[in-house]
């Protein structure tokens, strides 16, 4: 407790003393020139805080300033990055733009090149259609398809005129076992297929062509004991067959496949087929049979010739015979019907359905 007591002691004489020490003693002589000093000091010490408030105000205000640079750059930064990428879109964009101006191009140009191709078409469509109608009314028209079917109606009546005087210049009739009716029966009733729809096919033995009977015996066997009255009566049954086909096809216009050289009773048959068959070294020069080349010919009698000979002539006949019938819509009968398929063809063609074909 006493040297606290002396601390404190201590401690307020250290005070007194400094306190006397900034007490100062001024003489009256000075009082005024020290009042003057101390006004003059006063206003300096208010002045200096005027202009130290001045100059904090002016820092503030430039700090102030400052800090809102700052922000301001900062934003100014942000904006020039969204800028930037902006840009970049922009860029992308463009890019983008200009293909796609490329290909809208590229389409206007085809799709300008098929509006001139669709208005040639439309040109040439309309160019076709007053064509069409020009040929619809010519068709129409007098010398049109009524005109011409008239024509082709005249035409087969014709034909049919034609034929009719071949069938009685060559009569193809029934004798055997047949009456003249039912032979006609026979083949009025038959169809589009070449076989009767009332009766049997005729035997062939049982028809003849102007009397005369086409027997096929003397054809398969050929001996010294053989009735030559019988050949002879074949050979010009075969001649007539040769000649009514051959006057058919004339009038109905029609080329035969295997041509007739007509002798009456010593017809030969023309067959154009190469008789040998051509080496490897033929086909370099030829391929088919040429129209020029020489045709080898096949006997319709029996009388000197070979018997195979005869009997693939009488093929061949029967083949003409098979052409006419197919060109009117008909089935041969058979290849060894050769009387039965010229009857069935003039049946056919006399008939009122031959007219409207």
């Given at each position: 407790m006493e040297s606290k007591k002396k601390v404190l002691e201590e401690h307020n004489n250290n005070n007194k003393s400094h306190e006397e020490?900034?007490?100062?003693?001024?003489?009256?002589?000075?009082?005024?020139?020290?009042?003057?000093r101390l006004s003059s000091l006063t206003s300096a010490v208010s002045e200096a805080n005027n202009n130290k408030a001045l100059v904090q105000h002016k820092l503030?205000?430039?700090?102030?300033?400052?800090?809102?640079?700052?922000?301001?750059?900062?934003?100014?930064?942000e904006m020039r990055e969204k800028l930037e990428a902006r840009k970049l879109v922009m860029g992308n964009m463009s890019m983008n733009l200009k293909v796609v101006q490329e290909k809208a191009k590229k389409q206007e140009d085809q799709l300008n090149s098929e509006i001139r191709s669709l208005l040639m078409a439309g040109t040439s469509l309309s160019v076709a259609s007053r064509s069409l109608q020009e040929e619809n009314n010519s068709?129409?028209?007098?010398?049109?398809?009524?005109?011409?079917?008239?024509?082709?109606?005249?035409?087969?009546?014709r034909q049919q005129f034609m034929v009719f005087q071949i069938s009685l210049l060559?009569?193809?009739?029934?004798?055997?076992?047949?009456?003249?009716?039912?032979?006609?029966?026979?083949?009025?009733?038959?169809?589009?297929?070449?076989?009767?729809?009332?009766?049997k096919p005729l035997d062939a033995g049982s028809l003849t062509i102007s009397g005369l009977h086409l027997t096929v015996l003397p054809f398969k066997k050929m001996s010294f004991f053989t009735d030559k009255k019988e050949v002879q009566s074949s050979a010009t049954a075969l001649g007539y067959?040769?000649?009514?086909?051959?006057?058919?096809a004339f009038y109905l216009e029609i080329p035969l496949r295997y041509p007739?050289?007509?002798?009456?009773?010593?017809?030969?048959?023309?067959?154009?087929?190469?008789?040998?068959?051509?080496?490897s070294s033929d086909?370099?020069?030829?391929?088919?049979?040429?129209?020029s080349s020489?045709?080898?010919?096949?006997?319709?009698?029996?009388?000197?010739?070979?018997?195979?000979?005869?009997?693939?002539?009488?093929?061949?006949?029967?083949?003409?015979?098979?052409?006419?019938?197919?060109?009117?819509?008909?089935?041969?009968?058979?290849?060894?019907?050769?009387?039965?398929?010229?009857?069935?063809?003039?049946?056919?063609?006399?008939?009122?359905?031959?007219?409207?074909?």
């Open positions: 020490e900034k007490i100062k003693i001024i003489d009256w002589e000075d009082y005024q020139h020290e009042v003057a503030n205000s430039h700090l102030q300033s400052e800090a809102e640079s700052l922000s301001w750059s900062n934003q100014l930064d068709l129409a028209g007098e010398r049109g398809y009524g005109q011409l079917k008239n024509v082709q109606k005249l035409l087969r009546m060559y009569p193809v009739k029934v004798v055997t076992g047949h009456t003249f009716e039912q032979e006609l029966d026979s083949f009025s009733t038959s169809n589009k297929s070449g076989k009767p729809s009332g009766l067959v040769a000649h009514a086909v051959s006057l058919i007739l050289r007509l002798g009456g009773s010593r017809t030969y048959i023309c067959d154009y087929a190469p008789s040998v068959e051509p080496t086909f370099t020069s030829i391929s088919l049979p040429s129209l020489k045709p080898m010919e096949f006997p319709l009698f029996l009388e000197g010739q070979d018997t195979t000979r005869s009997a693939y002539a009488v093929f061949l006949l029967n083949k003409d015979l098979e052409q006419l019938l197919n060109y009117i819509g008909v089935e041969s009968l058979g290849p060894r019907h050769v009387l039965a398929n010229l009857k069935e063809l003039l049946n056919n063609i006399l008939s009122p359905e031959y007219i409207n074909l």
